[in-house]
């Protein structure tokens, strides 16, 4: 198989339906936005992080490209059909359950803090501010759109960055700075 088709050579791609539409159509921007989060998790991947916090990131990025799987399909016509694309109430609960994890070594937060610290956790910082803008994006597309849970993933996701990125920052002995 070929990486290039050239099928999007006059500004339009195909959803998982074959309907065709444009590269600067919201749902396909949203699409866009989850893949650059993605990326910037894998980024994160290769910043010096423990096997625990290397962990829950592949577990993420399995999810994004199931987030990004269920934005293309807006007809339902492949989720149901394809178990990779599942992402639902149990994935949110596992963030939850992270996040309270992560959040019991960490001294309680007072004042916002601003984003740095180590590399892993200025990148996490990072991957929490790109979650936000693929957040946005998604309720752009307008309510009933999507399904409630992937907003859900989405907004908790961002809560498990942040936390994420106090705790790399706290593991590596990098002081928080308060705003």
């Keep these: 198989m070929k990486i290039y088709t ?13 309907r065709r539409v444009s590269k600067a159509d919201l749902r396909i921007d949203a699409c866009g936005a989850v893949d650059e989060l993605n990326a910037v998790v ?13 962990g ?11 987030l990004g799987g269920r934005l293309a399909d807006p007809e339902h016509r492949v989720a149901a059909r394809v178990a990779k694309t599942a992402l639902g109430g149990d ?12 959040d019991e070594e960490l001294p309680r937060l007072r004042r916002f ?6 590399p892993a956790g200025a990148a996490l910082h990072l991957a929490r501010t790109v979650c936000r ?3 946005r994006r998604m309720v752009a ?8 849970e992937l907003l859900a993933y989405v907004n908790r996701l961002s809560d498990l960055l942040f936390v994420m ?3 790399v920052n706290q593991r590596a002995g990098e002081s928080e700075i308060e705003w």
Excluded at 56 to 62: D, G
Excluded at 92 to 101: G, M, N, T
Excluded at 141 to 148: A, M, R, V
């Design 91 to 102: 994935d949110v609960a596992r963030l939850e359950k992270w996040i309270d994890q992560l």
């Design 56 to 66: 829950m990131l592949t577990s993420i990025q399995r999810d994004l490209f199931a």
């Design 133 to 135: 803008r693929a957040e």
């Design 165 to 167: 990125a106090r705790a």
């Design 42 to 54: 894998g980024f994160v991947r290769t910043a010096g992080i423990d096997a625990e916090i290397a």
């Design 6 to 18: 050239r099928t999007g050579d006059a500004g339009e791609t195909a959803l998982f339906d074959g």
């Design 113 to 118: 803090i601003l984003p740095g610290g180590s």
């Design 141 to 148: 597309l307008g309510p009933g759109l999507l399904e409630p």
